[in-house]
């Protein structure tokens, strides 16, 4: 089974910290997603990529960078958190062919930024 | 830019019956793809079922089937002998067919339908 990795659970930071959430696929993967999950808003693409070191804008790509250096790693950046920034993140992969449009999903790290 | 649009925030339904999830959607593309994802408590996002555009027949998956209505833009889920293990958060979704020049595209996902199933 694919298995979609992100390094935490739970995250708990100061509003200006930097952030890193970590994501991890194990199935050679060639394209990431990173979401935002807000209740009452559902899912909403933050940024994506379909290589390593080729990065794009989602729906709310604001307050947000990313980094793919590797294939199997895709890491969503807050350069200086913020309140506002406190949801759900889910990160997500899936191969380029025949069937790619299913996801995979990870668990999900919920930040609190205070 | 698509929109997907679940109207119901919550439902509830008895173990055992039959309870049905809206969706509708609105894009000027012809081919496409819709899917239906379940979140349990877990967070684990789960595919449920999905379903191509440009197939006329309406996808099933053991007791969880869809209501395809191409013209109407609409895109339900019927979930037949509830368990206790449906209870979850549903999310409809949307895909192109077609790719944008990088080869990959998210998924426009809805708000979401809190599925209660009553023992």
């Known amino acids: 089974d694919v298995k979609v990795t992100q390094s935490s659970r739970y995250l708990v930071k100061r509003t200006g910290e930097k952030v890193f959430l970590e994501c991890v696929q194990d199935?050679?993967?060639?394209?990431m997603f990173w979401y935002r999950q807000d209740p009452g808003l559902g899912l909403r693409l933050i940024y994506f990529?379909?290589?390593?070191?080729?990065?794009e804008k989602g729906d709310i790509p604001e307050g947000y960078s990313v980094s793919r250096e590797k294939k199997e790693r895709f890491s969503l950046i807050l350069e200086s958190a913020s309140t506002n920034q406190t949801s759900m993140y889910l990160c997500?992969?899936?191969?380029?062919?025949?069937?790619?449009?299913?996801?995979?999903f990870g668990s999900g790290t919920q930040l609190s930024v205070l | 830019a698509q929109t997907v649009t679940q109207s119901q925030p919550e439902m509830s339904v008895q173990e055992a019956e039959t309870v049905t999830l809206s969706c509708t959607y609105d894009?000027?593309?012809?081919?496409?793809?819709l899917f239906w994802y379940k979140q349990p408590p877990s967070r684990q996002m789960i595919l449920v079922i999905r379903?191509?555009?440009?197939?006329?027949q309406n996808a099933t998956e053991n007791r969880f089937s869809v209501n395809f209505q191409k013209a109407a833009k609409s895109f339900s889920l019927k979930i037949s002998d509830s368990q206790l293990g449906d209870a979850a958060m549903y999310f409809c979704?949307?895909?192109?067919?077609?790719?944008?020049?990088?080869?990959?595209?998210?998924?426009?996902f809805g708000k979401g339908t809190h599925l209660i199933i009553q023992p």
């Open positions: 979704a949307y895909r192109s067919y077609y790719l944008s020049g990088g080869g990959a595209d998210g998924l426009t």
């Open positions: 894009t000027s593309e012809s081919d496409y793809y």
């Open positions: 199935m050679d993967h060639e394209n």
């Open positions: 990529s379909y290589d390593v070191k080729m990065k």
């Open positions: 997500a992969s899936s191969f380029t062919g025949q069937g790619n449009e299913k996801l995979f």
């Open positions: 379903q191509e555009a440009y197939k006329q």
